[in-house]
């Protein structure tokens, strides 16, 4: 292994077994110490999708120990477990990625594993509908494919992920912080708060630099 260049633009340290082989999402040299801003974005990408928020963030964030509440400008509310916790009752726990989708009329949750449940089970009934309405969007190695020979963006392209991350960014930093804070989607800034600000970036180690 090539230490120097594992690390990259992160500070130098000495090697470590604990920072390799997927652990060093424990460390905030690496991460937030949470997955936040490594998991977080495969989970906020579809709870942006289905919010028809993609090119945007929640306008708020507010920690409560491993729990993050973000609020979009529409009113809809993004919750966000840190480190994967589910509470008794909470989540089913669908593949790596779980989402749920709560309403007024139940709930509907899915993962990567391509599981789906809800309650009631009759929201089930909804699935082939919506389906057929093609707002599914295809299994994402064909539509990549597909994508090659029409020169069409994926369905989960560079700048729907982009705003998924920086949705996530936004949370870990309010999680860092330990409190709540503003946040605008079109600067990528918080409102009014120089600390959460200084944390959008940080410094990188020589020679490396963006």
């Known amino acids: 292994m090539d230490w120097d260049r ?6 130098w340290r000495p090697y470590n077994s604990k920072y390799v082989q997927g652990r060093w999402r424990s460390y905030y ?7 936040i801003m490594d998991w ?3 989970t906020v990408d579809l709870c942006q999708w289905a919010n028809g928020a993609d090119g945007t963030a929640p306008v708020e964030f507010e920690p409560d120990g491993g729990t993050i509440y973000g609020r979009y400008a529409n009113g809809v ?6 480190g994967g916790f589910r509470g008794e009752g909470q989540w089913l726990g669908l593949g790596t990625c779980p ?4 309403g007024d009329e139940g709930w509907v949750e899915t993962g990567d594993n391509g599981d789906i449940a809800a309650y009631p089970e ?7 509908r919506f389906m057929e309405k093609g707002t599914h969007p295809a299994e994402h190695t064909r539509n990549f494919f597909d994508c090659i020979k029409t020169r069409q963006p994926t369905a989960c392209n560079s700048s729907v992920m982009r705003s998924s991350h920086v949705a996530s960014h936004a949370a870990a930093i309010a999680w860092m912080l330990g409190r709540k804070v503003r946040f605008d989607p079109e600067t990528e ?4 708060d120089a600390e959460a600000n200084r944390m959008r970036s940080r410094a990188k180690r020589a020679p490396w630099r963006a």
């Open 40 to 42: 977080g974005a495969h």
């Open 6 to 11: 594992w690390l990259g633009p992160a500070p």
């Open 77 to 82: 509310k993004l919750v966000m477990r840190v």
């Open 99 to 102: 989402v749920r989708f709560e």
């Open 29 to 35: 040299d690496f991460d937030a110490g949470a997955s």
């Open 122 to 128: 009759s929201l089930l009934a909804e699935r082939k």
């Open 189 to 192: 800034s918080f409102i009014g």
